[in-house]
């Protein structure tokens, strides 16, 4: 395993309290960010940490019916989904091996808690996410998979 003899804490947050978060940490720890946002979000993350920038919507095709998601797939929307490239994305910016990692969404909802959750288990990291949160299951999905085949 890649990341065997690697602890990391995972922070979960939104837009809104990520500022304050990366204030109050302990900086002469090893930090990263994954900021997920929306396509036209206009929210900067004004951070001296290496920073991971995804631009995705909250769509989790798993959770909808056969008639959603084939409106979805074949409209705009499909080229704005999480996808196994983004997934690569995250898991190419893991290898920096982070004391804190700050994985944060436009709510901290969905999309964030659905990436931590998914580098949680494949680190063996004990998370709470899924009962605290409502991940989204495409995204942890997709990122469990591509995670597992490294």
């Known amino acids: 395993m890649l990341y ?6 995972i922070i979960v947050t939104n837009v809104d309290s990520v500022h304050k978060i ?3 940490l302990d900086h002469s720890q090893k930090i990263g960010i994954i900021s997920v946002l929306s396509k036209d979000s206009k929210f900067v993350l004004d951070s001296k940490f290496s920073t991971l920038h995804l ?3 909250d769509i989790d095709l798993l959770s909808l019916d056969e008639e959603t998601v084939a409106f979805i ?3 705009s929307w499909n080229e704005q989904l999480f996808t196994t490239q983004i997934a690569k994305q995250i898991k190419d910016f893991l290898n ?3 004391d804190i990692l700050i994985v944060h969404c436009e709510a901290g909802i969905s999309r964030s808690p659905a990436i931590a ?3 949680s288990e494949f680190l063996n990291i004990p998370h709470n ?3 605290t949160h409502l991940p989204n299951k495409m995204v942890f999905e997709i990122l469990q998979n591509v995670l597992k085949n490294s």
């Open 4 to 9: 065997s003899s690697f602890v990391m804490k």
């Open 22 to 24: 990366i204030k109050n």
């Open 55 to 57: 631009k995705f919507v």
């Open 73 to 75: 797939t074949n409209s």
């Open 96 to 98: 920096d091996k982070f």
């Open 117 to 119: 959750a998914a580098i």
């Open 129 to 131: 996410f899924f009962q």
